[in-house]
């Protein structure tokens, strides 16, 4: 079982920075994948980032590619998502999820989910 905690969480001016973490346990996670997800008021839960723990290759939407950046600390089991310039369509629910083999961009795909942190960007 793997447990994930998200924070970093805020309301944000736009153009400003946010940088979300995601605490991992419960796993070794040397062959997992770890992504941010995100989901709007009445819309579907959109893929954001994602990184894969053993070679860092890291994947990111078209909408916050050069904004966003996915990083990870593996003394820590943390994952990192610091968003810059961040604008009012960013505001959403964020969340961080896990899966145990190569990256992918499908919400169906991943079999750990944190709880969310939400991220309100003001205009």
């Known amino acids: 079982q793997v447990q994930l905690v998200e924070s970093g969480g805020g309301l944000v001016q736009a153009g400003g920075s946010l940088r979300l973490s995601c605490a991992a346990s419960g796993r070794t996670f040397s062959t997992y994948t770890m992504g941010w997800f995100r989901q709007a008021p009445g819309k579907e839960r959109d893929f954001v980032s994602a990184i894969r723990w053993s070679d860092i290759s890291t994947y990111y939407a078209d909408s916050v590619q050069g904004r966003f950046t996915i990083s990870r600390d593996k003394a820590k089991n943390t994952v990192y998502l610091q968003m810059n310039s961040l604008k009012p369509e960013d505001t959403a629910v964020y969340y961080c999820?896990?899966?145990?083999?190569?990256?992918?961009?499908?919400?169906?795909?991943?079999?750990?989910w944190g709880q969310g942190t939400r991220v309100t960007v003001s205009s």
């Open positions: 999820a896990a899966r145990s083999t190569y990256g992918s961009r499908l919400v169906r795909d991943y079999d750990y």
